[in-house]
């Protein structure tokens, strides 16, 4: 069973501070991994791609992958009230698969 | 350039009627996908075409949901015998090929059966 496992919060954070998402997903051969961003009443929008271990910046958000731990996160930096919103952790499972299997989703609220 | 478009916006019918989503992918991009999402659930897929030819339909829930893409273009998801369990957002992607990065998504199709 491929899965990816959020919290579903609510996260609440105080504006300026740093908002930490994170997610587990079921397959350790899994390469494809990425974080949409969810408004309410919204489509899915891409925030952030990763492949490979390590980190990757830009702007104020970064992801954090961890293949060994089967855990990939993203770091929100200077959190900002238009930062609210669902964000949603997805996986594309194996190679030669291109479907998105995605978590629940975690709800960010930023507080001013 | 328009992004991918969905119609109609919202579709409310009556249990055990047929119905069409359609979804206009942007122009150029040669693979679409189709999911669907729950209230207080990520997106499941359903299934995602390359070209006119349906690459993977493994998400399609059962033999009521159909998907086609005459022309590599424009696709519609189809829906026989609608159940209440069928109520849901269907949300249409597409990205410049299979192996692309970034899929985009359309506003979405709200589906309501009553």
């Known amino acids: 069973q491929k899965e990816v496992e959020q919290n579903s919060g609510p996260l609440s954070v105080p504006e300026g501070a740093i908002a930490s998402l994170n997610c587990t997903y079921s397959?350790?051969?899994?390469?494809?991994f990425f974080w949409y961003r969810q408004y309410s009443g919204k489509s899915p929008e891409l925030i952030m791609s990763?492949?490979?271990?390590g980190d990757k910046e830009d702007g104020r958000f970064t992801a954090q992958l961890n293949k060994a731990s089967q855990y990939v996160s993203l770091l929100i930096r200077d959190s900002q009230p238009s930062d609210s919103a669902t964000y949603l952790c997805?996986?594309?499972f194996g190679a030669g698969s291109y479907q998105l299997t995605f978590g629940k989703g975690t709800k960010l609220s930023v507080i001013p | 350039g328009a992004g991918v478009s969905q119609t109609p916006s919202n579709k409310v019918t009556e249990k055990g009627k047929y119905v069409e989503l359609r979804c206009d992918p942007i122009s150029g991009h040669t693979a679409l996908y189709w999911y669907r999402q729950s209230l207080g659930q990520g997106p499941e897929f359903l299934i995602y075409f390359q070209g006119t030819g349906a690459a993977d339909d493994s998400g399609l829930p059962n033999d009521r949901f159909f998907a086609v893409r005459p022309e590599g273009s424009v696709s519609t998801l189809k829906i026989q015998r609608t159940e209440r369990g069928d109520s849901a957002v269907y949300l249409c992607?597409?990205?410049?090929?299979?192996?692309?990065?970034?899929?985009?998504f359309g506003p979405g199709t709200r589906l309501t059966v009553l």
């Open positions: 990763i492949y490979s271990n």
């Open positions: 992607a597409s990205s410049l090929g299979l192996g692309a990065d970034t899929q985009y």
């Open positions: 397959d350790r051969g899994s390469q494809s």
């Open positions: 997805a996986v594309i």
